[in-house]
């Protein structure tokens, strides 16, 4: 049995409103399908057709399964956040980072807030993220 996961991770020395890390960990989280659209064909009212590129199996096992699985955890500083986002690209794993705009915090800043890894083979993930807390 497989044990796909993705793992969300949230800057936690931006000590960013509750709601507001919540919010930058969907995007993450959803960010890893939408960059690699390709097409969307509408068939009717209610239907289309989206082709992803480099879409893994265990992506979409995940997107179509019914669990969904994601741990979110809490990554110590800005510098490990943008470090753990490029080790996830180097082996090759499916992974997102959030720059948000700044527009409700940060001052008009542009900040890297968080980074989904996965959907992914835990096996895959844990040796980059397990040293890591709970959010």
């Given amino acids: 049995m497989s044990n796909i996961k993705q793992v969300i991770l949230i800057d936690k020395s931006l000590k960013m409103r509750q709601g507001k ?3 930058q960990g969907a995007h993450a989280s959803m960010k890893v399908f939408l960059d690699r659209i390709i097409d969307v064909v509408k068939k009717g009212e209610n239907e289309f057709t989206v082709k992803i ?8 096992d995940w997107a179509l399964g019914t669990s969904f699985k994601k741990i979110c955890l ?7 956040l943008i470090q753990l986002f490029e080790k996830a690209n180097e082996v090759g794993l499916p992974c997102a980072m959030i720059v948000d705009n700044g527009l409700t915090e940060f001052n ?3 900040t890297r807030t968080a980074v989904a890894i996965g959907p992914a ?15």
């Fill in 21 to 23: 890390a919540i919010t």
């Fill in 121 to 135: 083979e835990a096996a895959l993930i844990d040796p980059l993220t397990g040293h890591l807390k709970p959010l």
């Fill in 108 to 110: 008009g800043v542009p």
């Fill in 74 to 80: 809490a990554v110590p500083t800005s510098t490990e």
């Fill in 53 to 60: 590129d480099g879409c893994t199996k265990e992506m979409a």
